[in-house]
Nanobody, 116 residues
Framework: QVQVVESGGGWVQPGGALRLFCAAS????????MGWYSQAPGKQRELVAT???????NYADSVKGRFPISRDNAKNTMYLQMNSLKPEDTAVYYC??????????WGQGTQVTVSS
């Protein structure tokens, strides 16, 4: 069974920074794509950033230049460096991975709260 676990969320003041971590484990040899998604209260889950196995990245316009995404294929981990945080970034952040022959798997999410 594929397992995905996020960590690194918390409370931070506007302008601050957080680093999110995603770790994947289970019966697979590689991960195609990994991504971060956010879901604010009362809103649908939306894409934040994705990264392919070769390092190609894709970002939502709202986070471009602020939230660089990275991954370590050897460790099956992914990171999201969240800089210059804004109150509107407040949400639960989910990690998604896509594994060959097993499809996508999601973590349970980590809460990010930006407020003064």
């Amino acid at each position: 069974q594929v397992q995905v676990v996020e960590s690194g969320g918390g409370w931070v003041q506007p302008g601050g920074a957080l680093r999110l971590f995603c770790a994947a484990s289970g019966p697979f040899f590689s991960i195609y794509a990994m991504g971060w998604y956010s879901q604010a209260p009362g809103k649908q889950r939306e894409l934040v950033a994705t990264i392919g196995s070769g390092g190609n990245t894709n970002y939502a316009d709202s986070v471009k230049g602020r939230f660089p995404i990275s991954r370590d294929n050897a460790k099956n981990t992914m990171y999201l460096q969240m800089n210059s945080l804004k109150p509107e970034d407040t949400a639960v952040y989910y990690c998604q991975i896509v594994v060959p022959a097993r499809g996508s798997s999601w973590g349970q999410g980590t809460q990010v709260t930006v407020s003064s």
